[in-house]
């Protein structure tokens, strides 16, 4: 009797939000005290979920029943990036045009980098083709990957690791360039890693926040053009 009541509380798609926001909650408090950059909240929440998943034999689909409502939120949030962008919007009109070119290129890079390297390391079609849209936000990703034959479930997870990537080795790396101005870093941050990067781009500051927005719907659009194309080049 006593396992079945524990079963029974398993399956309760609340005992799953609550767990989920209360691990993100938790980690991204450690976050912002330590400042480590391999300890980014989505890093350490996802881990400690997989393993409570583990430790209780949960399956992925009882986690589902809750996590769907976590999930519904993701469109909406990526929507709300759009505040941002409206306050910082006279900054953005001014580098339009560049803009416009650099997020056409990054998509550009961002899908031949992805699919060359798979390729050439032989992996299989159904993942290479789901490499192909990890650079941007999971909705689109996922459609793009479903668009060319892809598996949107490997998408998805090629789409959250880029992200936590993304946020972890981004800021450092556009240092080691030379990348100081904030339209440039929250551009590059967006276009890369998402809503995951823009996030990380907010934390400098609301311009960078901005960009990192623009840039998520641009590289969304741009890639959803070109992934298409290019995956049949490639191919």
Same mark, same amino acid.
């Given at each position: 009797?006593?396992?079945?009541?524990?079963?029974?509380?398993?399956?309760?798609?609340?005992?799953?939000?609550?767990?989920?926001?209360?691990?993100?909650?938790?980690?991204?408090?450690?976050?912002?005290?330590?400042? %480590? &950059? &391999?300890?980014?909240?989505?890093?350490?929440?996802?881990?400690?979920?997989?393993? +409570?998943?583990?430790?209780?034999?949960?399956?992925?689909? $009882?986690?589902?029943?809750?996590?769907?409502?976590?999930?519904?939120?993701?469109?909406?949030?990526?929507?709300?990036?759009?505040?941002?962008?409206?306050?910082?919007?006279?900054?953005?009109?001014?580098?339009?045009?560049?803009?416009?070119?650099?997020?056409?290129?990054?998509?550009? %890079?961002?899908?031949v980098s992805a699919v060359v390297p798979a390729l050439l390391m032989g992996a299989p079609e159904a993942v %290479?083709?789901?490499? &192909?849209?990890?650079? +941007?936000?999971?909705?689109?990703?996922?459609?793009?990957?479903?668009?060319?034959?892809?598996?949107?479930?490997? $998408?998805?997870?090629? +789409? %959250?690791?880029?992200?936590?990537?993304?946020?972890?080795?981004?800021?450092?790396?556009?240092?080691?360039?030379?990348?100081?101005?904030?339209?440039?870093?929250?551009?590059?941050?967006?276009?890369?890693?998402?809503?995951?990067?823009?996030?990380?781009?907010?934390?400098?500051?609301?311009?960078?926040?901005?960009?990192?927005?623009?840039?998520?719907?641009?590289?969304?659009?741009? $890639?959803?053009?070109?992934?298409?194309?290019?995956?049949?080049l490639l191919l």
């Amino acid at each position: 009797m006593r396992l079945e009541a524990l079963e029974s509380i398993g399956a309760l798609p609340l005992l799953w939000v609550t767990l989920s926001l209360l691990a993100y909650a938790l980690s991204r408090r450690l976050y912002l005290r330590l400042r %480590v &950059a &391999a300890l980014h909240p989505v890093v350490l929440a996802s881990a400690a979920l997989i393993a +409570v998943l583990r430790l209780t034999d949960t399956t992925y689909e $009882t986690y589902m029943q809750g996590g769907r409502l976590i999930e519904f939120f993701l469109g909406p949030s990526v929507v709300a990036l759009a505040v941002p962008l409206y306050l910082n919007l006279q900054e953005m009109k001014s580098s339009a045009p560049s803009l416009l070119v650099v997020t056409a290129f990054g998509s550009a %890079v961002g899908v031949v980098s992805a699919v060359v390297p798979a390729l050439l390391m032989g992996a299989p079609e159904a993942v %290479v083709l789901g490499l &192909a849209p990890k650079s +941007v936000t999971t909705p689109i990703a996922i459609s793009v990957a479903e668009g060319i034959g892809g598996e949107p479930a490997l $998408t998805a997870s090629f +789409v %959250v690791l880029t992200g936590v990537l993304g946020a972890i080795i981004g800021p450092l790396l556009l240092r080691l360039v030379g990348v100081r101005h904030p339209v440039a870093f929250g551009l590059a941050m967006g276009s890369a890693a998402h809503g995951i990067g823009t996030a990380r781009a907010l934390e400098n500051g609301r311009l960078e926040g901005a960009a990192g927005g623009l840039g998520i719907c641009l590289c969304g659009v741009m $890639t959803a053009l070109i992934a298409p194309l290019l995956t049949g080049l490639l191919l």
